[in-house]
Structure formats: structure tokens, C-alpha cells
């Protein structure tokens, strides 16, 4: 099988490119058109200044200067980045130039509109229901028996494609009764099983870690080090999950059952009874035992519940939580005064819970639309300037993104909902080896982290590289090196394609220099090889 | 004044490499320094090889059985070369060489989750969400770094879930990860001709100095600069030779085992005498929530092989004295077994073995509670006495302070000497 596996990949990868590719080339349906009304665009616009306020008082605190704005180009490969997973194709960049010069002044900016359609594109659904399911599940495949982890992930997507709110999923995540296939909420619930049994303290854990965004893991044995949690509030949130019970129709409540633990001291068993560590008054009476938990976790004055999301959405938006030294699910308790997550939480709160909405304030703020460019000139400043937000942090693309972004280059069409399943196919032949060996930190994917000697190897010398920049009739190398106008549209196009942007004059004259004396397939091979440059820049595998 | 010649003398070998490299000159390399390769004895500079079980093993299976008690379960023990000290009978060849390491049963930690407990056995530090300690090995490429190298420093075999990270001593010092050891490496060669490749990292250049100004200490902090010269270094190197088992006879190749962790344990040992300072080769399985006794008998029959013969081959090369060798996990598991026959996470009075690089030999520290009614060892030995004393061994200052990024002094290990085993 893998035998088999290892002959068909590589000519798969061929064919489907070939088919993706032949496909959108056709004279088919004309791209999204832009939104012209967003919803609530100036109540947003005024939660944004706000924020943006707030970050002022705090780059001050540090004696930072004013943001330098990015360029409108640059703030679209961040957009496609966050909330798609993948670079912009050079057909939407062809797009968005095109109203660029005809609605310069035009209100809700052009930004805004943009990320309202990249909001609308089920290619958002998608992408975020992968990242939220790796602080819910985890990336590991459990057992098969009990969980699927594919389930559970397309039932996210649903969710967010039907724009339910953030509390209404975490209720059916907590609390959903039924079989792993056909309620696959539970899968929240049967990730945690090991053997036969529910693993309750992994699963309370997971649910402070995910909802509340905080850790207790450590007060499963002893009384937390650094906080007020004590081990009795891990064992009496744990005891929430006593009446789970795995039955030949899934998950149920059993309300006969009790939670009991064995003291790891005197190693004798002792019922322990629900409790919440704080917020009693929060705690609905009716209900089954994790719908009361549900129900207390999701309690509008329980702060640390928005706070969590929102500074997961301004982590996987900015690159680093807000808290820049501290992991996304290890936030301090809430502090006395509000701070920035909880001037965004409040307003997720208002609206609804709607994750989209948390989206478009991020994005809405002058620092998501800031240069990456700074004057620290020492990596001591540089660290200054990201504490404080004095700068759009630079990222490692994780590795889907790359790989997306890898994929996104080889053609010039958007790879989207039209060429999905195809493009997922792809992905389940390469992306797994590929994440794998460029190194996925599944659930700490948040976590920022430098380049590796393995990475350089595989994006310089990989398969993945050679195929997708190989020069064909159909992909994007090949169109490019034989389609364009002239070198210099044929370099353009290729900055533009990889990085998102156009060469400066130095790169172009560099360039066209290069490409003047050649023909035919030597040509086309400094194409190749200009493609492959792209691709092993700093400025294509980070986010900038 | 400076003296004239600094730049020369300053100037690495690697150094050397890329300018020759870059005018054409590689023929005019100093040779791999073959002497360094053949050093025995005390005279080498030192290694460490970690042989991690993750999951956390059982003590009660591994080095420290308590047969025909309450607590004992099913294991049976057998005599080592060390008079009077029994291991778990699921490891009959290890037994044959357990006297040149050292037992120690009384290992205590305050972390009995896998995350945090790995965090605390590789770093020697607890989890501290202010900072990110560099693991041993991580520490041993900062401090004592070997010139001549050209493949990675320290490097880790397996997919365990969290292997050694450089922590705040920066992503650099990450161990070079290799999830199927013994089959030389993957996406060493370029997939074009020398000029091309010359056209390749001479357009790089060129796009690169488009991106950088202003961004100077944010490129520099991503590495990627470094992490492909490094790359291209260790593209072209002899020393990725190191890497492969062709040339390994077949009976030693058998004797370690055709597993993960025993072509793991067989590289690392080539590594070893190539001057890498630090490997890691990590087995998973070892949590055992259910069914512990067979589940011990697989990992076993794994481990058992792979690691006797380590430490056989690098005692018979001479090169157990230069090399300090570590077995162990996150925790050890409960005396008491559960209702699923397994045992769970246990922190306190679990096992490992430690020995090599210069360290006494056949000693056994501490003792649990055959009864395991006493929760506390005797003559425990706190975990993070292992890193100081590991560390000492390798001549580095374990006390050293190095300021962290947030500008907090942090000894390198705040651990007590193990007196019994120097």
C-alpha cells in the first residue's frame, strides 16, 4: 500500500494540478464580486478605535512612536494568510488592483470589503474550524472506535459556514449527547477516552484550557503554583464530566453515577461532588451535569470565556497572543481594570458571540494594517516593539499555510471552493508527510518560533517544491515564463504570484538583466529557477 | 591593538567552507579532522546520549521490581552483573551490561502530567510560564560546541510528542529531528546543476536585500538566513555519513534491533564518534493506563536490545568513558495497580539509569517501598541533581547564571551534585 502509494503520489500530484488548473482556466464564472454593505461597518469602526486607543497608551507606556502603515497589498497577504490558510492568487490580486484604482475613496474601505468576502468564502469555515479544532481535540487520531476527529472538524465548519455563535457551539461541545458519527459535538467529549474509560482530568483540563483560557492541569495533583486554582476546584470541575457515559448510542448522562477519585497520596477513593471554583450565582439548576457546566462556562459575566476566544481569533490574526510571553491558553486571571481582551470580548459579547465579527475589529485596527518594518536595530528592541505592539510581528507560516501557500503559487487561478475537492485530495497525499517533516506543533501552533535547518532542506531540495515549480502548459511557472508579454510582465507576474507584490526597480533590472540574453527552454528554466528563489525568501515563508 | 591575523585565527572551519565555497575553492578544505574521530578513552570530548521512554516507564517493570508483593503485579526479576541487584526480568541482556551504568530508583518530581513532567526531565526545570529553559542537550551545544562539525550539534531520533527544545537560549540550539533514524537523511541533494544552484542562491541574495532593511533583528531572530547556509553546509559534508548504517555490520545491526529506537541507538552512537554532543533517541508507549505487564513485554522487546547493545558497543569502542548515557522518562508509575491491570502517572520514587562520560560505575541509589506503603524513597535523589551533576561531568559550569531574555539570571541547573556516582 504504501508501495502504491509512494508510484501514484507524484503522478497524481501532475494530474490533479493539470485538472485544477485546466479547469479554472476556463472562461467560467467570474470571481466573488465585493460586498458593497457590511454589517454593522461603523459600529465596528468605532469598537476599532478604541482599540486602537488602547494600543496607543500602551506602545507609549514602552515609548514607541506611531505605526507605520503596510501597503494595501500587503495587508491582502495577511488577510488571505489569517483566514484562509494560503497566499492570494494572482488572479485576485488582478481583482483587487482593478477596484484598488476605481474606489480609492471610497466607504467601507477596500480592506474592509475584502475581508467581508474572504469572511463570506467557505474557505474561511473551513480553515478556522481546523484551528479551533486543535484547541478542542488536539491533532492526535484517538481511537477510531470511539472518535473521529474528521467528523468533528467538518461539523465545526457547518457551524461557522452557518455563522452560529461561539456560546452555542461551546454548549454543544460540552454537552451534546449521541454517537461520534452522527452528533460529532461528542467527539469533544470521546477524544478523551483511553481504553474504555473517560479520562476525566485530560477532558476538564482541556475545556479550562479551550474555554477559558487558562491552565489547571497542574492542580490535578497539587494545588496550582502561580494561581488560586487548588486542586479541590480541578476535582470539582472534573466531577461536571461524572455522569458521561459510553453506551452503544454514544455519549449519555447517567445520573446514577458519581465521581470518584483515588487520592494520590493515600491512595484511597473518595466521591468528590460538583463544584465551580468561582461564579456559584453563574451555575444554572436544571439540567444535566455538563450542561450546568456548560452553561457556567458560557454565563455572560464570566469574562474569562470571551477573553479566551478573543485572544485566540487576535493570535491566529496577529501571529502572538496578546499577552506576547505568555501561551494562548495561560492568560492571568482577569485583571481589576479592562484591558484590551476584555474591550474585545465585550464587544463579542454584545454581538453575539459572532466569531466573524471578532475578525473584522482585528482587522479593522491600524495595527493589523501596520508594517512589519521597524526601527529596533537590535533584537532586544525588536522584542520591545512586539511586546508592545510597536510593530505587525513577523511569523513562521505554520505549515499548512505554506504548503497552501506553495500549492497557490503553482497556479494562477484561486485554488478555492471550485477546485476543493481536488485540492484536498492533493493536500491528503502531500500535506501529511509534508507538515510533518517541516514540523506541526498541533496544539501549540500559536507558539512563535524561528526556522529550522530540516525546513530549509525540505523547502530548497523537497518533492514538493520540484513538482509545483517544474514548468508545465498548465501551471503558473509555465504560463508565467511563456504567456507573459514580455520580462518584464513575466517577473512581475512571478513576484506577484509568490510573494504578493511587485519586484522593487533593483530586483527588476537584476532580473530582466538575467532573462535578456536567454531563450527557449534555458528561459524558462531561469524561471524555474527565479520561482524557487521565491520560494526559499524569508519573505515567503513568514508572515510580514 | 588587534593583532593582525584575528580575523584567521577567529575564522571556523565552516567559515572557511562558505568562502572557499563561494570563490570556487572547495578543493582547498582542510580535511575532516580524521584524529578527532579517532580520540578514545578520557581523551575525547565529552557526549550525551538520552535514551527517553516516553509515556513514563514503569519502575516496577524496568529497573526496580518488587516480585511476589502487593504491588508487584506479574513481573519477575533476574540478576545483573551488579552483585545483589535485581532488574525486571523482561530485560535479560540488559541485565549483561547494566554494571557499567548506575541505577538510581529514588528519582522524585513534583510533575505528574506528561507535559509538564517531560518539560521537567529534559530541562531540569519546572514548567515557569515567564520563561522557556533549553533542555541538556541544548545547553551541552551552547556551552561546550564542537568546531568541527557540520551536521547538527544535537539531534533527536523518534517522534516523541516534545523533543529537547534550545529554550531561552534560542530555537538554534533545537535538537535536528529525524523520526526514522538509519536511513541516512532526506532532501540532501539539490535538484539542479551547480550553476543553477548558483543562479538560485545569487537570486536569493538579491530578493532578500528587497526585504530586509528594517527588519534586520526580526530576520535574524527567524533564522532563516542561518538555517540555510547551515543547510548547504551540511549538504556537501562527509560527515552526513554519520548518518547512514550501510557499512555497519549486519550481526551488530541485528544485536540492536530493527526498530525505531535501535537503529536509533546505533546512529547515535556513530554520531558519538563523529563529535556530536548531543542525541536523544526516544521510544513512545510507555503510558500505561491499562494492561501494563503486556504492555511492558512489547516495549521491552524493543528496548531491551537496543539499549544493552549501546551501551556494549560504546564500552567496547572506548568510547563509554567519554560518553555519558541517560535512560529514562517523565515519571515513573503507581505501586498500586488499577482496576484496567495498568498503573498510573507517578512522580515520586521512580527510576533511571545513568552512567558513562567518566561516572563511577554499578552503583544503585535509593530504594522504594517493596509494600509501596511509603510513598517517599529512600536516599531520594531530586531530579534536578541529574542535569547538574550530568552537566559537571562535561566540565560546564553548572552554576553559570546566563541572563534570560526577560533579563532574569537562571543557573543552568539549580541541582545538587549526585556525590556517590563522581
Not at chain 2, 541544548?138 to 562539525?149: C, G, H, K
Amino acid at each position: 500500500m504504501k508501495k502504491l502509494r509512494i508510484i501514484l503520489s507524484p503522478l497524481i500530484v501532475v494530474l490533479l494540478i493539470s485538472i485544477m488548473v485546466g479547469m479554472t482556466i476556463r472562461p467560467g464564472a467570474d470571481p466573488a464580486p465585493l460586498p458593497s454593505s457590511i454589517p454593522d461597518v461603523d459600529d465596528f469602526q468605532s469598537i476599532g478605535d478604541t482599540v486602537n486607543e488602547e494600543l496607543r497608551l500602551r506602545r507609549k507606556s514602552a515609548g514607541l512612536g506611531e505605526l507605520q502603515p503596510a501597503s494595501d497589498l500587503t495587508v491582502l497577504r495577511r488577510l488571505s494568510l489569517s483566514l484562509h490558510g494560503t497566499i492570494p492568487s494572482l488572479e485576485e490580486i488582478r481583482q483587487f488592483e482593478s477596484v484598488q484604482q476605481s474606489s480609492s475613496h471610497s466607504k467601507p474601505d477596500l480592506i474592509t470589503r475584502w475581508t467581508e468576502r474572504l469572511l463570506t468564502d467557505s474557505r474561511f469555515s473551513d480553515y478556522f474550524a481546523e484551528r479551533l479544532a486543535r484547541s478542542l481535540v488536539g491533532t492526535d487520531g484517538g481511537q477510531f472506535v470511539v472518535y473521529r476527529r474528521d467528523r468533528f472538524v467538518d461539523w465545526l465548519a457547518e457551524q461557522l459556514e452557518a455563522r452560529r455563535p461561539w456560546h452555542d457551539i461551546t454548549r454543544d461541545v460540552i454537552a451534546d449527547k449521541g454517537l461520534w458519527t452522527g452528533k460529532p459535538a461528542v467527539n469533544f467529549i470521546t477524544a478523551g477516552i483511553a481504553g474504555d474509560d473517560l479520562d476525566h482530568e485530560e477532558l476538564t483540563g482541556k475545556t479550562v484550557r479551550a474555554f477559558l483560557g487558562q491552565r489547571i492541569d497542574c492542580a490535578q495533583c497539587h494545588d496550582h503554583p502561580f494561581d488560586d486554582w487548588k486542586q479541590s476546584d480541578f476535582e470539582g470541575l472534573a466531577a461536571f464530566y461524572g455522569q458521561v457515559n459510553l453506551t452503544l448510542v454514544g455519549i449519555e448522562d447517567k445520573p446514577s453515577l458519581e465521581y470518584e477519585v483515588e487520592d494520590r497520596l493515600s491512595l484511597e477513593t473518595r466521591q468528590v461532588d460538583p463544584a465551580v471554583p468561582f461564579g456559584l450565582e453563574w451555575l444554572p439548576e436544571q439540567g444535566s451535569r455538563r450542561q450546568q457546566l456548560a452553561g457556567w462556562i458560557t454565563h455572560k459575566e464570566n469574562r474569562r470565556f470571551s477573553r479566551a476566544i478573543a485572544n485566540r481569533i487576535w493570535a491566529l490574526m496577529l501571529g502572538a497572543p496578546y499577552y506576547t510571553n505568555i501561551s494562548v491558553d495561560d492568560l492571568p486571571d482577569p485583571p481589576e481594570n479592562p484591558d484590551l481582551l476584555d474591550m474585545l470580548a465585550d464587544d463579542f459579547r454584545e454581538h453575539n458571540y459572532d466569531l466573524r465579527r471578532l475578525v473584522r475589529v482585528i482587522t479593522a485596527t491600524d495595527l493589523f494594517r501596520s508594517s512589519s518594518q521597524s526601527s529596533a536595530e537590535t533584537e532586544q528592541e525588536y522584542a520591545i516593539h512586539k511586546e508592545y505592539w510597536g510593530v505587525f510581528p513577523m511569523t513562521r507560516l505554520r505549515p499548512e499555510q505554506l504548503i497552501g501557500s506553495m500549492l497557490q503559487s503553482s497556479s494562477i487561478k484561486t485554488i478555492d471552493q471550485n477546485s476543493h475537492l481536488l485540492f484536498r485530495a492533493m493536500r491528503f497525499f502531500r500535506e501529511q508527510d509534508f507538515v510533518r517533516d517541516y514540523g506541526d506543533l498541533g496544539p501549540d501552533e500559536l507558539d512563535q518560533r524561528s526556522g529550522t535547518i530540516t525546513q530549509a532542506l525540505l523547502r530548497m531540495n523537497g518533492n514538493l517544491t520540484k513538482e509545483l515549480i517544474e514548468a508545465n502548459p498548465f501551471n503558473s511557472t509555465g504560463r508565467v515564463a511563456n504567456f507573459s508579454d514580455n520580462d518584464r510582465e513575466c517577473i512581475d507576474n512571478s513576484y506577484l504570484v509568490c510573494l504578493t507584490r511587485h519586484p522593487t526597480a533593483n530586483e527588476m533590472a537584476y532580473f530582466e538583466n538575467q532573462l535578456a540574453e536567454l531563450n527557449g527552454k534555458q528561459r524558462t528554466q531561469a524561471v524555474v529557477d527565479l520561482y524557487w528563489s521565491l520560494f526559499n525568501s524569508l519573505e515567503f515563508s513568514w508572515n510580514h | 591593538m588587534e593583532p593582525l591575523n584575528s580575523h584567521a585565527s577567529t575564522m571556523t572551519r565552516r567559515d572557511a567552507f562558505r568562502l572557499s565555497a563561494g570563490l570556487g575553492l572547495s578543493f582547498l578544505l582542510p580535511a575532516i579532522d580524521l584524529k578527532a574521530a579517532e580520540k578514545r578513552g578520557s581523551e575525547r570530548q565529552k557526549s550525551v546520549i538520552v535514551v527517553w521512554l516516553a509515556g513514563g516507564p514503569s519502575q516496577l517493570e524496568t529497573w526496580d521490581p518488587h516480585p511476589g508483593t502487593k504491588i508487584g503485579g506479574p513481573t519477575q526479576s533476574l540478576s545483573t552483573k551488579i552483585p545483589g541487584i535485581d532488574i525486571a526480568s523482561l530485560f535479560p541482556q540488559t541485565a549483561e551490561q547494566i554494571h557499567h551504568l548506575n541505577i538510581i530508583r529514588s528519582l522524585t518530581s513534583k510533575e505528574g502530567d506528561h507535559e509538564r513532567g517531560t518539560y521537567m526531565l529534559k530541562t531540569g526545570y519546572r514548567p515557569d510560564p515567564t520563561t522557556l529553559h533549553p533542555s541538556l542537550g541544548a545547553i551541552i551545544t551552547q556551552q561546550a560546541p564542537n568546531s568541527n562539525l557540520e551536521i547538527p550539534q544535537h539531534v533527536s531520533f523518534g517522534d516523541g510528542q516534545w523533543p529537547a527544545r534550545g529554550g531561552y537560549l534560542g530555537d538554534q540550539y533545537d535538537a535536528f529531528r529525524i523520526y526514522d533514524p538509519g536511513n541516512g537523511l532526506n532532501n540532501m541533494s539539490t535538484r539542479v546543476d551547480k550553476p543553477r544552484q548558483k543562479r538560485r542562491l545569487g537570486n536569493l541574495e538579491v530578493i532578500s536585500q528587497a526585504f530586509e532593511p528594517n527588519r534586520r533583528p526580526a530576520a535574524s531572530q527567524s533564522l532563516h538566513r542561518k538555517t540555510l547556509d547551515d543547510a548547504l553546509t551540511m549538504m556537501s559534508s562527509e560527515q552526513l555519513e554519520a548518518f547512514k548504517t550501510d557499512d555497519e555490520p549486519e550481526t551488530l545491526k541485528k544485536s540492536y534491533g530493527d526498530s525505531r529506537l535501535g537503529r536509533g541507538c546505533l546512529v547515535a552512537r556513530r554520531l558519538v564518534e563523529s563529535g556530536v554532543r548531543a542525541i536523544e533517541v526516544s521510544m513512545t508507549g510507555f503510558d500505561t493506563h491499562a494492561n501494563n505487564y503486556e504492555g511492558m513485554q512489547t516495549q521491552a522487546e524493543i528496548l531491551d536490545p537496543g539499549l544493552s547493545t549501546l551501551i556494549r558497543d560504546l564500552k567496547e569502542r572506548d568510547l563509554l568513558d567519554s560518553t555519558v548515557v541517560m535512560c529514562l522518562g517523565e515519571f515513573g508509575r503507581t505501586p498500586k495497580i488499577n482496576p484496567l491491570d495498568g498503573r498510573d502517572h507517578w512522580p515520586t520514587g521512580f527510576s533511571c539509569l545513568l552512567g558513562g562520560g567518566g561516572l563511577k560505575s554499578g552503583i544503585v541509589i535509593g530504594e522504594t517501598d517493596p509494600n509501596g506503603d511509603q510513598k517517599d524513597p529512600k536516599d531520594p535523589i531530586p531530579v534536578e541533581n541529574l542535569f547538574s551533576t550530568v552537566l559537571h561531568q562535561l566540565g560546564i559550569d553548572y552554576q553559570q547564571e546566563l541572563i534570560t531574555p526577560i533579563g532574569r539570571p537562571m543557573a543552568l541547573a539549580q541541582g545538587e551534585l549526585i556525590q556517590q556516582l563522581l
